[in-house]
């Protein structure tokens, strides 16, 4: 299928197309862009839509590499006809970010990859090939994860060579190469951005976290005289009335963490916590979690609003609703989503969701105060 975009003839605006691994990063990296109008967000595969700026979440972190290509083909066509096509990637690395990047860069004929996973919003750092996660803001500060071994030999590993840049404003001159500029603070990112103004901009696959896609909305939106900023948003939450119900299924030890400063449970609000005690293989996982799901759209009254934790939660959610697609705005609070699903048994619910790596130990609960579900105790 051949994708076309009238809306950037009419507009003379830059088309961006997101291809995301999961659920939670393709809307995380949706409310960067959605100061300027809601972004589509579509399952599995690109579906019709005019705007500008469009998203696909893929579901194919945790699938077999062998898999990659089935899953990947549909929305080949679609990422690379457009003005520049980014690769929403996990800022912690999981999955399968090397070798979906080896599979789209050969299989697109891009001139090249920029690859900028860090975030340092969310203290995700990358210097000198190496990644770690330390304090939001403080690359040099203690670190409690490393990525084992360098990017670019992870990238050798899937056959694609690698380069550190001396400068960042001559990235782009590395073509048939995977570029990894240094990236310790917002200006390092916003300057990464930057290159996306220069003409060659587009023949390159753009590859980051929602950090990345955040710093390229900021520099869309001052080619265009707009705003986009990833510490504050204007976009108020609509007030929830009714049966809130928060979901997930994630057993990372931030989300678990901030579960535990949650206070009692107010009249109004339902926590479904349904991650097991012991992790299971991927595909007995996979097969729980959408028997969980398929369970409570089924058998629960419909929800007035939705917070879901986690990307995999998210996914099969929408599956076990039959949701067709999603209509991404921006959101109120920096790292979470806010979407309003389509199609399905709960069509026009408004959800918020997020990664269940991300945020501090009182992200979950401000979330809910925010939607004056949880009232301070302290």
């Not at 830059?14 to 393709?26: E, F, R």
């Not at 001559?170 to 995977?178: F, I, P, R, Y």
């Not at 240094?182 to 976290?209: F, K, N, T």
């Amino acid at each position: 299928m051949e994708f076309k975009d009238d809306q950037r003839l009419r507009s003379g605006m830059k088309t961006w197309h997101i291809l995301a691994d999961d659920l939670t990063g393709a809307l995380d990296s949706a409310a960067a862009w959605a100061d300027a109008g809601d972004v589509p967000v579509f399952l599995d595969r690109p579906g019709q839509s005019a705007q500008t700026v469009q998203v696909v979440a893929t579901g194919t972190r945790d699938v077999p590499p062998a898999s990659l290509p089935a899953l990947l083909t549909p929305s080949l066509d679609w990422l690379v006809a457009t003005d520049n096509a980014f690769k929403k990637i996990d800022s912690l690395l999981r999955g399968n970010t090397c070798n979906e990047i080896a599979w789209l860069m050969r299989s697109g004929h891009f001139a090249g990859v920029v690859f900028a996973p860090a975030f340092p919003a969310q203290g995700r750092f990358t210097a000198r090939g190496c990644h770690w996660v330390a304090p939001p803001h403080q690359p040099h500060g203690p670190r409690t994860h490393e990525q084992a071994g360098t990017l670019v030999q992870a990238f050798a590993n899937v056959g694609l060579s690698a380069h550190i840049p001396t400068r960042v404003q001559d990235s782009l001159q590395d073509t048939g190469k995977v570029v990894i500029p240094d990236i310790l603070s917002d200006h390092d990112l916003d300057q990464v951005a930057g290159l996306a103004a220069q003409p060659q901009a587009r023949r390159w696959l753009w590859c980051g976290s929602a950090g990345l896609a955040w710093a390229l909305a900021r520099q869309a939106a001052a080619a265009t005289s707009s705003r986009a900023s990833s510490e504050v948003s204007t976009a108020p939450p609509a007030t929830a009335q009714g049966l809130t119900l928060v979901l997930t299924a994630s057993r990372h030890p931030v989300l678990r963490e901030q579960l535990r400063h949650l206070p009692s449970p107010v009249a109004g609000t339902n926590l479904l916590d349904l991650a097991e005690a012991q992790p299971l293989c991927p595909a007995e996982a996979k097969a729980r979690l959408m028997q969980d799901m398929h369970t409570i759209v089924t058998s629960r009254p419909r929800p007035s609003t939705l917070v879901v934790v986690g990307g995999d939660t998210l996914l099969a959610l929408c599956r076990a609703a039959d949701v067709r697609s999603l209509q991404a705005s921006a959101s109120p609070r920096a790292g979470w989503g806010r979407a309003r699903l389509v199609g399905g048994l709960w069509d026009g619910l408004t959800c918020y969701s997020r990664s269940g790596a991300f945020g501090p130990p009182d992200d979950l609960r401000a979330l809910l105060d925010t939607l004056s579900l949880s009232p301070h105790t302290d």
